[in-house]
T-cell receptor, first 110, second 114 residues
Framework: NAGVTQTPKFRVLKTGQSMTLLCAQD?????MYWYRQDPGMGLRLIHY???????AKGEVPDGYNVSRLKKQNFLLGLESAAPSQTSVYFC?????????FGPGTRLTVL | GENVEQHPSTLSVQEGDSAVIKCTYS??????FPWYKQELGKRPQLIID?????GEKKDQRIAVTLNKTAKHFSLHITETQPEDSAVYFC?????????????FGKGTLLTVNP
């Protein structure tokens, strides 16, 4: 039982490049979330999903897109990366209110 | 939307002392309040949570209290140990239906000195 996993662990992009972060969970959770963590800012919700095929905007959605084609996967896309998107990205999943986090992806945009 | 404020931002204690971290929330409809511990370079891990129908919850050396009237809740760690050193985050949610979004505080860096 791997819980919540994230791919990749680290990535360096140049401004304007695109990439997709993958989150996978094997707990059959309905709800999935993407957060970004910046120093002194806590965790801020980017997008979330309440079930397969559904997505919704969180607190800081600009510059990101998401898809939830399969219940176990939640993808976060950056179409044109900007230095302001340098951050640590965490995925989480939940059955109800208790959220469980993945190990994170450290993204640097040069 | 919900706003969660957390204090202090840093806290340094001697091993064996108690540590208290406080959070306030703005939305009186919030009903779920978890606490997460994050060690350096690791993922946030849920350590304790409380729902609005109880005022206090304990789990060994950690406890959380909730004052709904004042809209604040606190994490208490007794007999602190060096391995308690980490960043602690509080969060709040209007949990229910299909809504389980969390709003986090900005975190407290706890250092336990041996």
């Amino acid at each position: 039982n791997a819980g919540v996993t994230q791919t990749p662990k680290f990535r360096v992009l140049k401004t304007g490049q695109s990439m997709t972060l993958l989150c996978a969970q094997d707990m059959n959770h309905e709800y999935m979330y993407w957060y970004r963590q910046d120093p002194g800012m806590g965790l801020r919700l980017i997008h979330y999903s309440v079930g397969e095929g559904t997505t919704a905007k969180g607190e800081v959605p600009d510059g990101y897109n998401v898809s939830r084609l399969k219940k176990q996967n939640f993808l976060l896309g950056l179409e044109s990366a900007a230095p302001s998107q340098t951050s640590v990205y965490f995925c989480a999943s939940s059955f109800a209110d208790r959220q469980f986090f993945g190990p994170g992806t450290r993204l640097t945009v040069l | 939307g919900e706003n969660v404020e957390q204090h202090p931002s840093t806290l340094s204690v001697q091993e064996g002392d108690s540590a208290v971290i406080k959070c306030t929330y703005s939305d009186s409809a919030s009903n779920y309040f978890p606490w997460y511990k994050q060690e350096l370079g690791k993922r946030p891990q849920l350590i304790i949570d409380i729902r609005s129908n109880v005022g206090e919850k304990k789990d060994q050396r950690i406890a959380v209290t909730l004052n709904k009237t004042a809209k604040h809740f606190s994490l208490h760690i007794t007999e602190t140990q060096p391995e308690d050193s980490a960043v602690y985050f509080c969060a709040a949610s209007k949990s229910g239906g299909s809504n389980y979004k969390l709003t986090f505080g900005k975190g407290t860096l706890l250092t336990v000195n041996p």
